[in-house]
């Protein structure tokens, strides 16, 4: 067995590993819907192997060779509109179709020119980096890139420009006589190395990516609430612990808001869960289109809402309660009836030195519990505040005992 088809042998073993692993994905990953086309790019992969096994044994190579470009111009064209499909993007159905047709028709005028000819070896090879051209485009469209995606933009454009460097390799060290002999040429053995290793190396990436944004999805919907669309508890707790101690690090203001709807088991018993589960919906619109950007917003449970604004003093967030809960009690319900007003208590607290999420979330309930005693429907703030995180005094300071005028 000579060098190259050796590694042909190892090819046809990875594609098979490859269609496997994205078919056990895809049905496992219902919403991965990229690995359906990964699965069949690499399946059909496995058939190109076979037919350069098959090459050496015809009398006309020409039927078999025509079906060797077409069949790894198709796999690699699936690979874009797998990756397309992951990203959600549009496929690129017309610029994909155009380099398949035009390809085809220019490989079947060029099948009787010399092998030896550079041109047709360009004319060749060329469609195939069209399509990791097309490839490294789709990528650059997704905006949610990170160090993986960004690894396989680089190795499809390696992967383009390693096609364009095989007609100038094959014209140093020949690629054979006759087609039949291709397999037993050294330009064989280096090509179909080079195309193992990428195989491997797009395989994992495609893969890892997936997989990775198969467990973000996981992830996502474990700490979602699945009624109001806001983090749950679990979801808040986490995101708002990691931001309330970057807050602290950097020195800059916090503050949070606890928020319950009133008499909401009123409104269950006398309209139904429906109606309130619409209420619910229709609070959690308001603090998530009244909060910033950069602000954690949850439902803890039940009634019960929180956000965590960081770079919010105590003027800025109850300034933000104030306009929910203004903007929340204006809202007509449907199934509730014109005549029924809906309203929501507001608890703020601002986050001070030292806090843990717990202490902050403490303090914000008592000020909830406060403007709940005093009527409802209204904003109080936790008690006296601290200084702020930025003019707190060094811990170093506190240490040594140093007071503060008032004590």
């Known amino acids: 067995m000579?060098?190259?088809?050796?590694v042909l042998a190892i090819n046809l073993f990875i594609a098979g590993i490859f269609a496997t692993a994205f078919g056990v994905v895809a049905a496992y990953a219902r919403s991965a819907v990229g690995a359906r086309w990964l699965a069949l790019a690499y399946g059909l992969g496995m058939v190109n192997p076979v037919l350069e096994f098959m090459l050496p044994g015809q009398l006309d190579p020409r039927p078999v060779g025509l079906a060797i470009f077409a069949t790894f111009l198709f796999a690699i064209s699936l690979c874009v509109v797998g990756l397309s499909r992951h990203y959600r993007l549009a496929p690129p159905w017309r610029t994909l179709g155009l380099i398949v047709a035009v390809s085809l028709a220019v490989n079947v005028a060029i099948i009787d020119m010399p092998r030896a000819s550079l041109l047709r070896g360009l004319l060749y090879q060329l469609p195939y980096f069209l399509v990791q051209l097309v490839?490294?485009?789709?990528?650059?469209?997704y905006r949610h890139r990170q160090a993986l995606d960004m690894a396989l933009l680089v190795l499809f454009a390696?992967?383009?420009?390693?096609f364009v460097s095989k007609p100038v390799l094959a014209a140093m060290l020949g690629s054979g006589a006759t087609p039949q002999a291709y397999i037993g040429s050294t330009y064989a053995a280096i090509s179909q190395?080079?195309?193992?290793?990428?195989?491997?190396?797009?395989?994992?990436?495609?893969?890892?990516?997936?997989?990775?944004?198969?467990m973000a999805e996981i992830t996502a919907r474990s700490e979602t609430d699945t009624l109001s669309g806001l983090l749950n508890r679990r979801g808040f707790e986490d995101r708002a612990d990691r931001l309330l101690a970057t807050t602290l690090r950097a020195g800059v203001p916090g503050a949070m808001v606890v928020a319950d709807l009133d008499h909401f088991k009123a409104i269950n018993d006398s309209h139904g869960h429906e109606a309130g589960d619409l209420v619910i919906r229709a609070f959690a619109e308001v603090l998530e289109a009244t909060a910033d950007e950069r602000a954690v917003v949850g439902r803890l449970g039940g009634e019960e809402f929180a956000v965590f604004i960081p770079g919010a003093n105590m003027a800025t967030a109850r300034l933000y309660a104030e306009g929910a809960r203004v903007g929340f009690s204006s809202l007509s319900i449907a199934n509730l009836g014109p005549d029924r007003r809906v309203s929501a208590s507001f608890g703020v607290a601002q986050l001070r030195a030292g806090d843990s999420l717990s202490d902050l979330l403490r303090r914000t309930d008592a000020a909830l519990y406060e403007a709940k005693?005093?009527?409802?429907?209204?904003?109080?703030?936790?008690?006296p505040e601290e200084l702020p995180p930025r003019l707190a005094p060094p811990r170093s300071e506190r240490r040594r005992g140093s007071r503060s005028p008032q004590a």
């Open 193 to 214: 190395s080079l195309g193992a290793m990428l195989l491997i190396a797009n395989g994992l990436l495609m893969l890892l990516i997936i997989v990775r944004d198969a």
């Open 2 to 6: 000579s060098a190259a088809a050796f």
């Open 373 to 383: 005693k005093s009527g409802r429907d209204r904003v109080c703030i936790a008690g």
């Open 158 to 162: 390696v992967g383009g420009l390693q």
């Open 135 to 141: 490839g490294v485009a789709v990528i650059v469209r």
